[in-house]
């Protein structure tokens, strides 16, 4: 049989380009996610950074530890090795103080503060190596000004010094030997601040009040009839108190149970209005008894009808106290100067 020659049909390439199946070539397709996911130029210049990182850091570490062999092999005092480790670092950094934030500062002298926060006395404290500046330091020398109750010192790279402090708060103006000066409530002296911006304490005066002031004060500011009239409080010798009035009456409290007599005070002030009488002197230095003083006659106008013990002292006034505008122990003379009270001493 004679042979049939075969041949494969012919591929006839389309004048438009296309592939037999009638479907653009490969190279013509064109894919949208593969073009979205081509990274951006920001993209490209992030991923060469990252990849100089790592020999960026190894070259910092490196150079720190050999600060640090340095110091180890030029000291053989560990905290002197310390402190050399910190002084290269400072220097090695350029990092230098340029600002200081003072937090909650309200009555410490911005004089006082400066010369604590200087490295050494008179030296400038701008332009110190931050990582150089020894904190504790400052805080000890801060917590030496009367004022600070506490304080803190940090560094808030690259270049500010932050300070935050909490003050005493002034509590009352202490008289002494003719001078006057601020205390807070434990009796510490509060100096370098003009007392004339205080006015509204109230004013002790004598050896111990400061120490003693806290009890009388707490115990006023539950009386507050007795409170708002009182302008000074004496210690007597440190055993006692002697309020002074607005009214100019004088106030002679017992050296025991202070705050008790207070509250008598306030219900006898309640029952006869003593606060509007002409009163030289209210003594109450005897539980049991009420001696007062006119400003023109020495004899006692009030007698309470009991005799109370001091832990009774406490108690309302008994309604049967009563008013004696002259009794037969009230001795009068007006041609003659007015005798103090006979109270106990």
């Known amino acids: 049989m004679p042979r049939i020659a075969t041949q494969p049909p012919s591929l006839k390439r389309s004048s438009s380009g296309s592939s037999p199946s009638g479907n653009p070539p490969r190279s ?11 990274p951006s130029k920001i993209e490209i210049r992030r991923r060469q950074l990252i990849k100089l990182a790592g020999p960026i850091s190894a070259v910092i570490s490196g150079a720190l530890l050999l600060l640090l062999l340095l110091a180890l092999g030029q000291s053989t005092n560990p905290s002197g090795m310390m402190a050399r480790v910190r002084d290269e670092l400072g220097v090695a950094t350029g990092l230098k103080i340029e600002h200081v934030e003072i937090l909650h500062q309200k009555q410490t002298p911005q004089a006082l503060i400066d010369a604590a926060l200087a490295p050494s006395p008179g030296a400038p404290l701008i332009g110190v190596p931050i990582l150089n500046y020894p ?24 270049n500010t010094l932050e300070v935050d402090l909490t003050e005493h708060d002034a509590f009352a103006i202490w008289q002494h030997e003719d001078r006057f000066v601020l205390i807070d409530r434990s009796g510490r002296p509060l100096p370098d601040v003009a007392v004339a911006n205080f006015k509204q304490l109230p004013l002790v005066v004598g050896e111990g009040a400061p120490e003693a002031a806290p009890e009388l004060l707490d115990a006023l500011g539950t009386e507050p009839a007795v409170q708002k009239l009182v302008t000074a409080m004496v210690r007597v010798g440190n055993r006692r108190w002697d309020l002074f009035l607005s009214n100019g009456t004088e106030v002679l409290l017992p050296q025991d149970h ?41 004899a006692p106008t009030i007698t309470p009808a009991t005799n109370p013990s001091a832990a009774a002292a406490t108690k309302p006034a008994s309604a049967s106290a009563r008013i004696k505008p002259s009794s037969a122990s009230a001795h009068v003379k007006p041609s003659s100067a007015p005798a103090p009270a006979k109270g106990a001493q």
């Open 28 to 38: 013509a397709q064109r894919n949208p996610r593969m073009i979205d996911k081509r």
């Open 135 to 158: 904190l504790e330091a400052a805080r000890d020398r801060l917590m030496q000004i009367p004022w600070i109750a506490q304080a803190t010192v940090e560094r808030r790279l690259p």
């Open 258 to 298: 202070a705050p008790a007599a207070l509250t008598r005070l306030a219900e006898l002030e309640a029952q006869y209005k003593l606060f509007e009488r002409p009163l030289a002197a209210i003594d109450l230095r005897q539980p049991d008894k009420l001696v007062i003083r006119l400003r023109d006659t020495p």
